[in-house]
């Protein structure tokens, strides 16, 4: 399962991180035009603890501090840390917020279409984590509304278009279906 792409930066100097769920525990790693498979040794993402990983077969103890992207922090492997800072997720925003219509449109569907315009939806069943906005809010197009964490990966849910949020139709800690209306912007 491909997932966002990464511009961060290590040490000062910039890399560009592409990663794809490979397995359970899996990925398959590019940076920059290096690919490595890594591998999480342990059942969940350390954030806020020590972790281990196997990268290419030999495995690294890792300390992930709980961090803020845009923030510069300090990631530990074995005994060399590296002062880190993590850009906004390079997103195909046509994914977050694709609405689907059939190929043939009918009553039902131009109906539906007609009372949810406006209308963003979650891409995938998952939990919301995180709520950035609230109704009344003034919303730039691409910006972050909510994060959803599905498959133990936080997943950003970004505002189609400017606006003001009409409707905010989830609270943090709640469940969703893939389809369901998370915000209205109009």
């Given at each position: 399962m491909k997932m966002p792409s990464?511009?961060?930066?290590?040490?000062?100097?910039?890399?560009?991180?592409?990663?794809?769920?490979?397995?359970?525990r899996s990925f398959a790693v590019?940076?920059?035009?290096?690919?490595?498979?890594?591998?999480?040794?342990?059942?969940?993402?350390?954030?806020?603890?020590?972790?281990?990983?196997?990268i290419n077969g030999k495995a690294y103890m890792?300390?992930?501090p709980k961090f803020e992207r845009e923030k510069l922090f300090s990631i530990?492997?074995?005994?060399?840390s590296f002062k880190t800072e993590v850009k906004m997720?390079?997103?195909?925003?046509?994914?977050?917020?694709?609405?689907?219509?059939?190929l043939v449109p009918t009553k039902k569907a131009i109906a539906q279409r007609q009372t949810i315009e406006g209308a963003v939806t979650a891409p995938m069943t998952g939990k919301i984590i995180s709520i950035k906005v609230a109704k009344g809010d003034q919303v730039k197009a691409?910006?972050?509304?909510?994060?959803i964490?599905?498959?133990?990966?936080?997943?950003?849910i970004c505002a189609p278009k400017a606006g003001t949020v009409?409707?905010?139709n989830v609270s943090e800690g709640s469940s969703v279906s893939e389809g369901e209306v998370l915000f209205i912007i109009g």
């Open positions: 990464y511009e961060i930066y290590i040490d000062g100097k910039p890399r560009k991180i592409e990663l794809t769920k490979t397995g359970e590019k940076i920059d035009d290096k690919s490595l498979n890594v591998e999480l040794l342990t059942n969940k993402l350390g954030i806020g603890r020590q972790f281990s990983i196997k890792v300390e992930l530990k492997v074995e005994e060399a997720p390079i997103i195909k925003k046509a994914l977050i917020t694709f609405e689907p219509t059939p691409n910006q972050i509304l909510c994060i964490e599905a498959m133990k990966m936080e997943n950003e009409q409707e905010v």
